[in-house]
């Protein structure tokens, strides 16, 4: 959705919006619309209001709700070296308007309220960057993967993270209807992001408060968990027994083999970056790759259908090189 649609989805104001809806349904709804509003959050309260606000009918709602299998695409991507598979849930375009309409709305409310320590899936930020650069000048790095991150936050946690920042209970099942898939939330659904920084919001919190006073930097980029500190004699292993017990308790699986501890002089990496000095670096052997691609545009040497692959790599390249230059 490359223009954000209003608020109200397809009305300027609220009170567009109520003038647009039928009388019962303006006594109904006008305070929760309005209350809303005043929180910057979506008006979703109703899937007679959804239905107005989008000029679809409820029962092309109801239909996606009890037919979610029909609104979606399911297929599988290589992940990393590994060629591990991960399965993708994409919407259908009129769920997806939905998702990617609540999604950009629920992002930029300041009602959600997000930790400071998450840095994915942020408007605006580069979120893989600044994390990373949080880690500089650290002498031990400790990172933990989380395991199917996005299917381990199921309805019930979607409902409950919803009515944190100011859904009813209501209005939040009705939400999670709408974004979720499977009971949980799909990987490949605009709004499945933003829903879980609010999902993990107090498992932060808990892991910030753990680690209060200790001199460590965390730092969290969806589902990869990272700490750092400049004691190259900290206990380490201690701090791993304390956040592994956090994340069990609030019931999210560390993925196997996802857990690392390296110290300096080792290489520190951070998201693909290394962090020894004041700011990321990319590895010598990406930066010998887009040496490689940029010698291959130059001399006009790229397969056209890897045109854009490549391009995105060196783009990519120049834009950490304008942020270190800064």
């Not at 052997?285 to 692959?309: F, M, P, Q």
């Amino acid at each position: 959705m490359k223009t954000p649609l209003p608020l109200f989805f397809s009305y300027d104001s609220s009170d567009q919006l109520l003038e647009a809806l039928s009388e019962p349904l303006q006594q109904k709804y006008k305070d929760e619309i309005k209350r809303l509003e005043a929180c910057n959050l979506p008006p979703f309260v109703s899937y007679a209001v959804l239905s107005t606000s989008m000029g679809v009918s409820v029962t092309l709602i109801n239909a996606i709700v009890k037919n979610k299998k029909n609104y979606y695409r399911t297929f599988t991507i290589s992940k990393g070296k590994n060629k591990k598979k991960r399965v993708i849930e994409a919407p259908k375009v009129a769920l997806k308007i939905m998702q990617s309409w609540f999604a950009y709305h629920l992002s930029r409310s300041n009602n959600i309220n997000i930790s400071n320590s998450a840095f994915g899936f942020l408007p605006g930020v580069n979120g893989i960057y600044e994390a990373a650069k949080k880690h500089c000048g650290s002498k031990w790095i400790f990172s933990i993967d989380l395991k199917d991150f996005f299917h381990s936050i199921d309805k019930e946690k979607t409902a409950s993270a919803l009515s944190i920042i100011g859904y009813t209970a209501q209005q939040a099942n009705k939400i999670s209807e709408i974004i979720t898939y499977n009971n949980h939330l799909p990987q490949g659904a605009p709004s499945s992001p933003v829903i879980s920084n609010i999902a993990f919001k107090e498992t932060d919190m808990e892991i910030e408060n753990a680690i209060d006073g200790m001199n460590i930097n965390y730092t969290r980029y969806a589902d990869d968990l990272t700490f750092s500190g400049s004691d190259a004699n900290f206990d380490i292993e201690k701090l791993k027994t304390t956040i592994i017990e956090i994340i069990e308790r609030n019931n999210w699986t560390i993925a196997p083999d996802k857990t690392r501890i390296s110290r300096h002089p080792n290489r520190l990496k951070v998201h693909g970056f290394l962090v020894h000095e004041e700011k990321p670096r990319l590895t010598k052997g990406y930066r010998n790759k887009l040496r490689t691609y940029k010698h291959l545009a130059s001399v006009d040497k790229i397969n056209t259908e890897d045109k854009d692959k490549i391009n995105g790599h060196i783009n990519y390249g120049n834009y950490i090189d304008r942020l270190n230059s800064d």
